[in-house]
């Protein structure tokens, strides 16, 4: 099978989330990825640990199907196995801190200098260029600045985070699709480039909805929130709403547990069957919600009905029972339902693997599928485990020239 990124070898400098998180699915895709550790390790290794002295699930779940290698970039050897590994690779990628890559000598420009069709792709928090750009950032900075936060919630409520990473993972995204891109402009021209993804850029890319509501503000109230938007110059917080031009709310099931809830899409070519359903035929002529206007202005008693309703069924019978009628649904699916569904599992996005120190554990799946793409999913690599590996194969050094740089503390503090 002849993978979509065969052929691709990715130096990967990135740690925590991220960089990982882009890394993991080019190599999923079937480019070979090394990564590129200092000798004490990507520091996720030891983050949130479950096992005692074992790489933690946070290292495992981002960093299945890579080489890993450890390389101290602080000694004239170690630098020298970095350049030599630029020689060799297609894509370096990074997210250190502003400024750390320059420090050791190695910016974009002498990068592509020893390397002119070698793309360097990389993260950070605010990008390179902007007020902002030598400030650090996290997830929730990402969410907070890139406005994420000031749309998640209740307005009556506090700014949230969403769970889902927008920020780390969200970034990850957008960079490999920019990896994507300047492979195939160098396929045409030969030549690298520099990719950069800003954390809060991505957030905002991942808002873009909320900028659209924030320019219809100008001109009037938004009637499909559910909170009067009369005096906002910004778009509100807007709990359950859809965020789209149907109505959608979550409404809660029996027997009325945390995640208890279906979420529903009130659409207007099923409103119909929908309110016979629910009320009979007094509902379907109820003026109230006889048209997708009067349902805008008194959707807070259409989610009452609907939710008296709900009060009767689980959240996966009222899901059977509604995709018969073709509504949009969906149960809150728990972390732990997931675990165990079905579809889930079908669709190999809990993949179980096992691991030589910590065992057995389940990793995310790949959510890209391609159809001659058929990259087994394999464990996370332990610090250091394909050091010799990858000198022996990708510099072609012999026994004596890896000792030598050994000895000169190339792969060691």
Same mark, same amino acid.
């Given at each position: 099978?002849?993978?979509?990124?065969?052929?691709?070898?990715?130096?990967?400098?990135?740690?925590?989330?991220?960089?990982?998180?882009?890394?993991?699915?080019?190599?999923?895709?079937?480019?070979?990825?090394?990564?590129?550790?200092?000798?004490?390790?990507?520091?996720?290794?030891?983050?949130?640990?479950?096992?005692?002295?074992?790489?933690?699930?946070?290292?495992?779940?981002?960093?299945?199907?890579?080489?890993?290698?450890?390389?101290?970039?602080?000694?004239?050897?170690?630098?020298?196995?970095?350049?030599?590994?630029?020689?060799?690779?297609?894509?370096?990628?990074?997210?250190?801190?502003?400024?750390?890559?320059?420090?050791?000598?190695?910016?974009?420009?002498?990068?592509?200098?020893?390397?002119?069709?070698?793309?360097?792709?990389?993260?950070?928090?605010?990008?390179?260029?902007?007020?902002?750009?030598?400030?650090?950032?996290?997830?929730?900075?990402?969410?907070?600045?890139?406005?994420?936060?000031?749309?998640?919630?209740?307005?009556?409520?506090?700014?949230?985070?969403?769970?889902?990473?927008?920020?780390?993972?969200?970034?990850?995204?957008?960079?490999?699709?920019?990896?994507?891109?300047?492979?195939?402009?160098?396929? *045409?021209?030969?030549?690298?480039?520099?990719?950069?993804?800003?954390?809060?850029?991505?957030?905002?890319?991942?808002?873009?909805?909320?900028?659209?509501?924030?320019?219809?503000?100008?001109?009037?109230?938004?009637?499909?929130?559910?909170?009067?938007?009369?005096?906002?110059?910004?778009?509100?917080?807007?709990?359950?709403?859809?965020?789209?031009?149907?109505?959608?709310?979550?409404?809660?099931?029996?027997?009325?547990?945390?995640?208890?809830?279906?979420?529903?899409?009130?659409?207007?070519?099923?409103?119909?069957?929908?309110?016979?359903?629910?009320?009979?035929?007094?509902?379907?002529?109820?003026?109230?919600?006889?048209?997708?206007?009067?349902?805008?202005?008194?959707?807070?008693?259409?989610?009452?009905?609907?939710?008296?309703?709900?009060?009767?069924?689980?959240? *996966?019978?009222?899901?059977?029972?509604?995709?018969?009628?073709?509504?949009?649904?969906?149960?809150?699916?728990?972390?732990?339902?997931?675990?165990?569904?079905?579809?889930?599992?079908?669709?190999?996005?809990?993949?179980?693997?096992?691991?030589?120190?910590?065992?057995?554990?389940?990793?995310?799946?790949?959510?890209?599928?391609?159809?001659?793409?058929?990259?087994?999913?394999?464990?996370?690599?332990?610090?250091?485990?394909?050091?010799?590996?990858?000198?022996?194969?990708?510099?072609?050094?012999?026994?004596?020239?890896?000792?030598?740089?050994?000895?000169?503390?190339?792969?060691?503090?």
């Amino acid at each position: 099978m002849d993978n979509a990124l065969a052929g691709i070898r990715i130096l990967d400098m990135t740690h925590v989330q991220a960089g990982p998180t882009a890394s993991q699915l080019l190599a999923w895709l079937g480019a070979d990825v090394i990564k590129f550790e200092p000798p004490t390790g990507d520091i996720t290794r030891g983050q949130l640990r479950d096992v005692p002295g074992v790489d933690s699930l946070y290292f495992t779940m981002l960093n299945c199907n890579k080489r890993s290698i450890t390389v101290n970039m602080k000694s004239a050897a170690g630098k020298a196995v970095f350049e030599g590994l630029l020689q060799e690779c297609d894509v370096v990628m990074e997210n250190f801190g502003p400024g750390v890559l320059d420090r050791l000598g190695y910016n974009w420009e002498s990068i592509h200098a020893k390397n002119p069709s070698i793309i360097m792709a990389s993260i950070k928090g605010f990008g390179s260029t902007g007020p902002y750009a030598e400030f650090k950032a996290y997830e929730n900075v990402a969410q907070a600045m890139g406005g994420s936060m000031s749309t998640t919630g209740f307005n009556d409520g506090p700014p949230l985070v969403t769970g889902a990473q927008i920020g780390d993972s969200g970034t990850g995204l957008h960079l490999a699709i920019g990896i994507l891109a300047a492979l195939q402009a160098r396929h *045409r021209t030969g030549r690298g480039q520099f990719v950069e993804v800003a954390m809060m850029d991505a957030v905002m890319n991942l808002c873009r909805v909320k900028f659209r509501d924030h320019q219809r503000l100008t001109r009037g109230p938004l009637p499909e929130y559910s909170v009067s938007t009369a005096d906002c110059d910004a778009a509100p917080r807007s709990g359950n709403d859809s965020g789209g031009g149907q109505l959608g709310n979550a409404i809660r099931c029996k027997p009325g547990g945390a995640n208890d809830y279906i979420y529903v899409v009130v659409q207007e070519v099923v409103w119909e069957a929908l309110a016979r359903r629910i009320g009979g035929d007094a509902l379907v002529q109820d003026p109230r919600f006889s048209t997708l206007a009067e349902r805008r202005k008194n959707q807070s008693q259409m989610w009452q009905l609907l939710e008296s309703f709900a009060a009767q069924y689980t959240k *996966r019978e009222l899901m059977a029972l509604l995709n018969q009628l073709d509504v949009p649904c969906g149960p809150i699916m728990s972390t732990q339902d997931l675990a165990q569904d079905e579809h889930v599992r079908l669709r190999d996005m809990y993949v179980p693997l096992d691991h030589p120190e910590r065992g057995s554990w389940h990793n995310v799946g790949m959510p890209i599928k391609l159809s001659n793409n058929r990259v087994e999913i394999t464990r996370s690599p332990l610090l250091g485990e394909h050091t010799e590996e990858i000198l022996k194969e990708v510099l072609q050094w012999s026994p004596e020239t890896i000792e030598r740089h050994r000895q000169e503390g190339a792969f060691t503090k």
